[in-house]
């Protein structure tokens, strides 16, 4: 389905301090702005919007979806089976037509596509676009976010090429980190990769080795830069010097003796005191 984007004419971009300061939300407001700075019969496509702007698919179709209930923008669909999307400096009312309102709209005479990774839209994605929104697609745009798979989203980042990209998912396997959709991952992943960067040079089994010993003996908050600094430690060697706690003089290494000395009774634990005392 051809799909087109149409403004009025105002020369240049400018944005209304009404949009501004209106009650749509920030990430409806940065939409308008781009939608705005975009030509007559720009090529309109919810995926190309997406990678321009780093986010979902979904998320532009959300937003493009508020602005098309509060009335700055329109969708007609004419005869031709093309979509023309009308957007507004002021929002239309219900009762308002395009016909009263006699808007100006710029001709553009060359048309551009914005993106390296896309071109022109061919005839055959004109009329299989699905970018057509309807408050069905809303609800099943929703629903995909919902059914986000972390599991296959670690193999892939396990099967890349990128070295770090594994490494970062061992991490947060042995962290036990969830992430609830695709968005929250790739924000993430962008935190973790200068000191992923830094584990490189060293092989998966000692970076792993390093990141198992943490989790059982670290009485801190570790991360993934921490396993940086402990890369290079004789671990065995750690153990065995430094005490995991010690609880009246006696020392414990690992978690492992902790909870197995608790097992057998050695220990006890004050809730009130937050604190270990040994079972006399």
Same mark, same amino acid.
């Given at each position: 389905?051809?799909?087109?984007?149409?403004?009025?004419?105002?020369?240049?971009?400018?944005?209304?301090?009404?949009?501004?300061?209106?009650?749509?939300?920030?990430?409806?407001?940065?939409?308008?702005?781009?939608?705005?700075?975009?030509?007559?019969?720009?090529? %309109?496509?919810?995926?190309?919007?997406?990678?321009?702007?780093?986010?979902?698919?979904?998320?532009? +179709?959300?937003?493009?979806?508020?602005?098309?209930?509060?009335?700055? +923008? *329109?969708?007609?669909?004419?005869?031709?089976?093309?979509?023309?999307?009308?957007?507004?400096?002021?929002?239309?009312?219900?009762?308002? !037509?395009?016909?009263?309102?006699?808007?100006?709209?710029?001709?553009?005479?060359?048309?551009?596509?914005?993106?390296?990774?896309?071109?022109?839209?061919?005839?055959? *994605?004109?009329?299989?676009?699905?970018?057509?929104?309807?408050?069905?697609?809303?609800?099943?745009?929703?629903?995909? *976010?919902?059914?986000?798979?972390?599991?296959?989203?670690? *193999?892939?980042?396990?099967?890349?090429?990128?070295?770090?990209?594994?490494?970062?998912?061992?991490?947060?396997?042995?962290? $036990?980190?969830? %992430?609830?959709?695709?968005?929250?991952?790739?924000?993430?992943?962008?935190?973790? +990769?200068?000191?992923?960067?830094? +584990?490189? $040079?060293?092989?998966?089994?000692?970076?792993?080795?390093?990141?198992?010993?943490?989790?059982?003996?670290?009485? %801190?908050?570790? !991360?993934?830069?921490?396993?940086?600094?402990?890369?290079?430690?004789?671990?065995?060697?750690?153990?065995?010097?430094?005490?995991?706690?010690?609880?009246?003089?006696?020392? %414990?290494?690992?978690?492992?003796?902790?909870?197995?000395?608790?097992?057998?009774?050695?220990?006890?634990?004050?809730?009130?005191?937050?604190?270990?005392?040994?079972?006399?």
């Amino acid at each position: 389905m051809k799909q087109k984007l149409k403004k009025e004419d105002i020369g240049f971009t400018q944005i209304k301090n009404d949009v501004l300061v209106s009650s749509l939300s920030l990430q409806a407001k940065g939409l308008y702005c781009y939608l705005y700075s975009k030509p007559d019969n720009w090529n %309109f496509s919810a995926e190309r919007i997406a990678v321009e702007c780093n986010t979902s698919r979904n998320t532009i +179709l959300k937003y493009l979806k508020e602005l098309e209930d509060n009335g700055y +923008l *329109e969708r007609k669909k004419l005869k031709t089976g093309r979509v023309d999307y009308f957007i507004y400096k002021k929002p239309k009312s219900k009762n308002r !037509t395009l016909d009263s309102e006699k808007p100006k709209y710029k001709k553009a005479t060359v048309q551009k596509s914005h993106g390296a990774k896309f071109g022109p839209i061919s005839n055959k *994605e004109l009329y299989t676009n699905k970018d057509y929104i309807t408050n069905k697609d809303i609800v099943a745009d929703a629903t995909k *976010e919902k059914k986000f798979d972390l599991k296959s989203y670690y *193999e892939k980042m396990f099967s890349n090429k990128d070295k770090r990209m594994a490494i970062i998912a061992g991490y947060w396997i042995v962290k $036990g980190f969830k %992430f609830e959709n695709e968005e929250q991952t790739k924000s993430a992943i962008k935190r973790e +990769l200068r000191p992923a960067g830094d +584990l490189k $040079g060293y092989s998966f089994e000692r970076i792993k080795e390093t990141m198992l010993y943490l989790k059982e003996n670290a009485n %801190f908050k570790w !991360t993934l830069e921490t396993v940086g600094k402990f890369i290079n430690e004789d671990l065995k060697e750690l153990k065995k010097e430094k005490p995991l706690i010690v609880i009246e003089g006696v020392k %414990f290494y690992t978690q492992e003796e902790l909870q197995k000395a608790e097992k057998n009774g050695k220990i006890i634990w004050n809730k009130l005191e937050k604190k270990w005392y040994l079972n006399h």
